[in-house]
């Protein structure tokens, strides 16, 4: 399998920009996807943050399962939401509020009030815009299904908070490929540079391991080889062309389509181990 890489020019100078923004910033808030916090997880941007508090969100949390809950726990100031749900605004407001509470406090026995400024920051598609735009209450930040949609830099001003919306960016290289697969499968890697062939075929091998009951009830799939499991999909769907070849591509693409949009069931692929090695490797 080809190793995996991407970090376009754009992300070097969206980082320069974010540290020379940071100062001016009360804090952070970390937007991670609930199905792989560990591998939506940029250690890099973590250390910009320095002593600065961090609010984690582990967004799409409806597209993940029950062992998310666990992960939830590793971060400390973390809360598990879904940004495409309303309910979602006054869980992070909240957790914004608590995180900002002593320092407003002492602000208040000082004699004046003050708008917290927080850095909203992430991999690519993890959310990031969407969690600024619930927060604003209005579209006011780009969001895409594809990876990158976000490069300028941009201030939304919320009540009791003013937020900047930051590009996407990865770590200048994977050293987990496994977790960077993970990536893969979510969307946060441009498909344009992945081969789609050894993605689809790798996380039908992790969903089996994983998930066997969710490929059954979608596919039929009841054991064999990554390739074999695809030509069952294919047969499964009606992916066959002329002359009773199956129509490879067409199939790669549905399971990793099914996957992202929820159709296979919550699922999570990150692990307590995988995510413990982020904060101690």
Known sequence: MKTIQWFPGHMTKAMRMMEEVLPAADGIIYVLDAR??????????????????VLYILNKSDLADGRADNLVKIFGNAVKINAAN???KKIILSALDRLVAEKRERNLQKGYSKTFRFMVVGVPNTGKSTVINLLAGSKRAATGDKAGVTRGKQWIRLDGFELLDTPGTMPP?????????????VGSINDDILDLDDIALALLAELYENYPSRLAERYGISGGTPLEM???????????LRGGEYDYERA?????????????????????EDLNGCFNG
Not at 42 to 48: C, E, G
Not at 230 to 240: H, I, N, T
């Open 36 to 53: 792989c916090p560990a591998a939506s997880f940029n250690p890099k941007l973590l250390k910009m943050a320095k002593s600065k508090p």
């Open 86 to 88: 309303a309910s979602s």
């Open 173 to 185: 290289a994977f050293e987990n490929q496994r977790l960077a697969l993970h990536l893969a499968y």
């Open 230 to 240: 695809l030509e069952q999909v294919a047969k499964k769907r009606g992916f066959v």
């Open 252 to 272: 790669e693409r549905a399971v990793i389509d099914d996957f992202r949009k929820g159709r296979l069931g919550a699922i999570t692929l990150d692990t307590a």
